[in-house]
């Protein structure tokens, strides 16, 4: 990997943050086992392996036999950078604590169930781009206001606005920073839109967000 | 934090590795929505906010509104760490990627279920001591001969030989370097025996591998 990632230390996930997704998803969530929607984001890490820049290429993943996966998916979404330590603010607070933003892509194998943690599907090695660069806080006023688009091969296949996120920017810092101290540096990736886009072999992506920028990435071939 | 953290980059936790564990939990994993047992590794991350040392204090948790949580509870593992950069290798040859052995303590929430990834209750800021020291891994000729066991207030709450594992050492390394590159320094806990033990404030919490090293922790106040 030739640049650097942006990522420092940390870069947490939310799932399950899109309102219209939720609401198609109640009744799964009122069966066994919970019986009853989240009542706490869902969160989930895009480790250090994972960790990939603007303009580089994603692996396209194997399988345990060493054979090409037949299928990835990619969402994108706004990545809210952690301009100083952060523990236990208040949603009122919360948007002082940022530094920064920029756009998160996030390729993984296609979920197979909202239960399981699936560190399979979900951490593998170059599938977690940032960037193309971090965006000062203060040129963004207002992050809920924001429009995430995602293109593959020069068509727009999802368009997602903020505004419909089950928890807003700021409410999402603060519940976090209840769950653990955040960073400088550490990027929170606070939703992605409900379905995920299909991508294939030497597909190129881009995401993109007025103001913060596009992250451009191509698929690698098996 | 005085000394500095064992762990870089990466501390890996491995779930229900515990033979007799699994038997228990047979019928829980037959019912829905899984209706079979898992067929992986089932892992979960301590990341960054929650790494600990050996002599520290493991800081008591609060909910959301401040208060002190009514209970914690602890395991223990032997720390497999990483010595050089592992992809795909075999179970065969997987023990030559060892660098050397720790010990690993996990403080947590009890854990309410099985399903839902819980990173609230897992990612305390403090909860994951490692050390004493890392054994340089020619000093341990089989790790699945070790024996685990794990102290409250000088009482022997747990003893877990890791011969009771689902899954051996090399095997972990295996499955695991086919879901991600795993980097020299990053750690993996093989696994905690079956139940976890209860913990309160205040407490010297002591876990033991002979030839590993004794890792000791007290429980801060609310």
């Not at 066994?32 to 960790?51: D, F, H, I, M, S």
């Not at 530094?99 to 399981?116: A, C, I, N």
């Not at 781009?129 to 924001?146: C, F, M, Q, R, T």
Request: charged residues 25%; aromatic residues 6%; contains cysteine.
């Amino acid at each position: 990997m030739t640049k650097k990632t942006l990522v420092n230390s940390k870069l947490i996930c939310v799932a399950l943050n899109d309102k219209k997704q939720l609401a198609a998803l109640e009744g799964t969530f009122n069966e066994a086992p919970y019986k009853k929607p989240p009542t706490q984001p869902v969160l989930y890490y895009k480790p250090r392996n994972t960790w990939n820049t603007d303009g580089a290429t994603i692996e396209w993943a194997k399988d345990f036999s060493g054979q090409a996966v037949e299928s990835m998916v990619v969402g994108a979404s706004l990545g809210v950078v952690l301009g100083k330590e952060t523990c236990r603010v208040s949603p009122e607070e919360a948007l002082q604590y940022v530094g920064g933003y920029t756009l998160v892509g996030d390729f993984s194998l296609p979920e197979e169930s909202y239960y399981r943690p699936d560190i399979k599907g979900k951490c593998l090695d170059t599938t977690a781009p940032v960037g193309p660069e971090i965006v000062p806080a203060d040129k963004i006023s207002n992050p809920d206001a924001l429009t995430v688009t995602l293109s593959v091969k020069g068509e727009e296949k999802s368009r997602f606005d903020l505004s419909q996120m089950e928890r807003s920017v700021a409410e999402l810092i603060s519940k976090i920073s209840y769950i653990m101290t955040l960073q400088p540096g550490e990027i929170i990736a606070v939703g992605f839109a409900g379905d995920r886009v299909p991508v294939a072999q030497g597909d190129q992506v881009e995401a993109s967000i007025e103001g913060v920028g596009t992250l451009k990435n191509t698929l690698g071939g098996a």
